[in-house]
């Protein structure tokens, strides 16, 4: 239902303009407070409503949205267990006909108000973590089973429509999902799961700084890559993934984030076709809805809108270019380089990022562009301690839980990207510059 506050809307829409977000997938669409389908007087009843205007808003600034199939209406319930405040019900369906009929009526509301074509570029995603007992109380084979109905009766309504999942936590299932699809000819036509920094060593702390320390550099990277070779030649979408998977981690607030952000996507370039941030906005509310702006929560805006290193991150990636300079050459044990053009731009990204607890130190960087044209001017624009950090701001002013309307704007302020002259030679085809790198930051130099 947070899909309904206005807050959270213009945020999104904020993301569509300003990073160029496409789409956008969310838990519970299914669930009971959304009002989807219950039952009353014996009888079952389906509504719509809440549904269209959350896709009529998404479809009307220009997303689209990644319909993630959750959670079980109790209605169709075969249990009572729920995951988080909001009481999404994880037990299997009673009886599978139901939740089929339930799939149908949903997929054929949608093409009756948005057409097929429009519908047939959505993605339908089967359920959220199955693989993990805090989402789906049934075993493997119940959501197997579970998925060739949904993709059946998908199909059923139209072959257009696109059906995928096992959407499982850690890369888990992935061959056993595969096989399952082949031996018993149900459709898929794209493969997601998620994978958080953190994964691999949640037995090792009970700190998550504790935990990312023990995993080692590049581990997101090396995921994808494993998962890719599964997929084979069927899309593979990362529809969950952040710098750790706790939603009250302190450096989802810090420039850490955007250096890690800014390393991950850029090497998930040509592995993975979509890697889909989780999430967007601290407006969320799976554990308690928090009031303190700065809680390090998910998001990549606060409560209040204030956009934190990692959106700056998203903002650089954005604008970097779509043409990419290879080779580049040069290598640091934390010090990672880009470069991309863009008509008369080129942008070098540097990212200076290593795990916590890590050797990382402030790095001189000598830039050389050899064949490039005189430059007009040459600019640096930096996410660091000192740049680009709305949370430092915060604690110098006293960590203040409830904003006024000056104390908001001076954040704002802080949060913002300041583009400055970067001194540089020429000399015979040649560009030179040079800068410091940060620890835990990301500089982006343009040269036009």
Not at 229 to 235: K, M, Q, R, S
């Amino acid at each position: 239902m947070l899909a309904l506050r206005a807050d959270w809307q213009e945020q999104i829409r904020r993301c569509q303009r300003e990073l160029g977000f496409q789409r956008v997938r969310f838990h519970g669409l299914l669930s009971d407070d959304v009002g989807t389908l219950v039952r009353h007087n014996d009888q079952l009843l389906y509504s719509f409503y809440n549904v269209e205007r959350i896709w009529d808003y998404l479809l009307g600034i220009g997303m689209r949205p990644f319909v993630e199939l959750s959670f079980m209406p109790t209605a169709l319930a075969s249990g009572r267990t729920s995951v988080f405040k909001y009481a999404g019900n994880v037990t299997p369906p009673k009886k599978i006909d139901q939740w089929a009929d339930l799939v149908r009526r949903l997929a054929l509301h949608a093409v009756d108000r948005y057409g097929i074509a429009e519908v047939s570029a959505w993605n339908f995603e089967v359920w959220n973590e199955p693989n993990l007992k805090a989402f789906w109380r049934g075993s493997q084979k119940d959501y197997f089973d579970m998925y060739a109905a949904t993709g059946r009766t998908l199909k059923g309504v139209d072959a257009s429509l696109r059906v995928g999942g096992p959407s499982t936590s850690e890369n888990a299932w992935l061959d056993a999902f595969l096989c399952f699809v082949h031996r018993r000819k149900a459709p898929v036509d794209f493969i997601t799961t998620h994978y958080y920094p953190d994964d691999p060593t949640k037995d090792v702390s009970e700190t998550t700084e504790g935990r990312l320390a023990a995993g080692r550099r590049g581990i997101l990277r090396e995921k994808a890559a494993s998962a890719r070779a599964l997929a084979g030649g069927l899309p593979l979408y990362y529809t969950e993934w952040n710098t750790s998977s706790n939603q009250r981690d302190p450096l989802h607030d810090e420039p850490y984030a955007a250096a890690f952000v800014c390393k991950t996507l850029m090497e998930a370039d040509g592995v993975a076709d979509a890697y889909s941030f989780w999430t967007f906005t601290d407006i969320f509310e799976e554990a308690y809805f928090p009031s303190a702006p700065f809680h390090g929560g998910f998001g990549l805006l606060t409560l209040h809108g204030i956009a934190k290193p990692a959106y700056r991150g998203f903002e650089f990636l954005h604008q970097l270019g779509h043409e990419l300079v290879i080779p580049v050459d040069g290598l640091h044990p934390t010090v990672d380089c880009w470069v991309a053009t863009e008509n008369t731009r080129t942008n070098v990204l540097l990212i200076n990022h290593a795990l916590p607890r890590h050797e990382i130190e402030t790095v001189r960087a000598r830039l050389r562009l050899d064949s490039a044209r005189p430059p007009t001017r040459v600019t640096l624009t930096r996410i660091d301690d000192e740049h680009a950090n709305p949370k430092r701001a915060w604690l110098e002013m006293g960590s203040p839980e409830y904003l006024s309307d000056k104390e908001l704007s001076l954040l704002h302020d802080a949060s913002a990207l300041v583009r400055e002259p970067l001194a540089s030679g020429f000399d015979d085809g040649t560009l030179t510059c040079e800068l410091t790198v940060p620890p835990h930051s990301v500089a982006l130099v343009t040269i036009e």
